[in-house]
């Protein structure tokens, strides 16, 4: 179905305010209004924002990424999985990783990771429970052929805390070059993040996954049927969001010379702990040459005035001030 905008209606695939399972990701213009794209995004766990990103940025970001990507050769990637077997870990054996972009490119990849509309939605999902969100991945990412789709998951089984959940992050993706089932776009089941699993996890599971028992995994990786399965499908100049709580995982890359090609970032909420550590990441002389808003979302910044400060209630920001 076309997408098109009025100024009265938004055309979409499904109207209802249930996620329909199977169905397929919405793909919205990113001019659509944002109370729809935040109603999309809370129902279905994950929105294709398309016209996000222009030609221009596309192309030039393509050109750091490809440059990055070629200094390590696979080889030398992949000498500690040469024994291994694609599918043996989440993490992929067919996959390349690389955290360094943001470094390479820190205005140009800094308008992907906040493109005005996607901090839109990443602020009005996240900023109920927290003052400020943290970014807490950057990633270049590569599947190459024959890597095979990996296990579904949900990202905020980085932070195994028992009880009730509240959102605690939302990933994107920019895709730089079309996804498709083919090239290993990821799949996903729309609505997972809503399921009684995503909002309550019993403290003894969390014990349970510390002591290597299997009752997280109704939280982390539950059984779900394979006809619920959608492909994330998405086309040059858009931006993938997903709640962290939303079952996906990559797909099987069954090309025989096709690259799949992302850049992956991630937030948080700013009193958490991200994935890497970003000021380690980016000190000081390596952050100051960063956007204003970048150097924010990397944790140069303070929670609530008190998280994160260099002396009780001092922005770590005046470190990238000095000279």
Known sequence: MSQAVTDDYLELSNTSDTAEIGGRVEQI?????????????????IVCLTDALSPDVVSGTVDVFDSLMDTTDMEHFFRDKKDSNP????????????????????????QLLTQPRLMELVNGHLTKYATTVLIHQVLSL????????QDLHRDNSLWPIPGHRIPLGVATMIPLE??????????????????PDAGYI????????LNGGQGWKRYQMPTTDPEAVTVVE?????????????????????????????????YCLGWLRGETNQQL?????????????VQKLIGYSSEGGILGCIQLGQDPIVLLEAR
Request: hydrophobic share 40%; net charge negative.
């Open 87 to 110: 599918g043996e870990s989440i993490l992929g054996v067919l996959t390349k990783r690389r955290s360094e972009i943001l470094a390479r490119a820190p205005d140009l990849v800094g």
């Open 281 to 293: 990441m980016w000190p000081p002389e390596i952050a100051r040459n960063f956007p204003r808003e």
């Open 202 to 209: 019993d403290p003894k599971d969390v014990e349970d996954r």
């Open 29 to 45: 213009p990113v001019s659509a209004s944002f109370e729809e794209t935040l109603r999309i995004f809370k129902r279905d766990g």
């Open 234 to 266: 998405a086309p040059l100049g858009s931006i993938v969001a997903f709640d962290g709580d939303v079952l996906h995982g990559g797909g099987a890359n069954t090309t025989e010379d096709i690259v799949r090609k992302s850049i992956i970032g991630a």
């Open 142 to 149: 590569e599947i190459y052929p024959g890597e095979v789709a």
């Open 178 to 195: 079309n996804f498709t089932a083919e090239t290993g776009a990821t799949r996903v089941i729309l609505g997972s993040h809503l399921w």
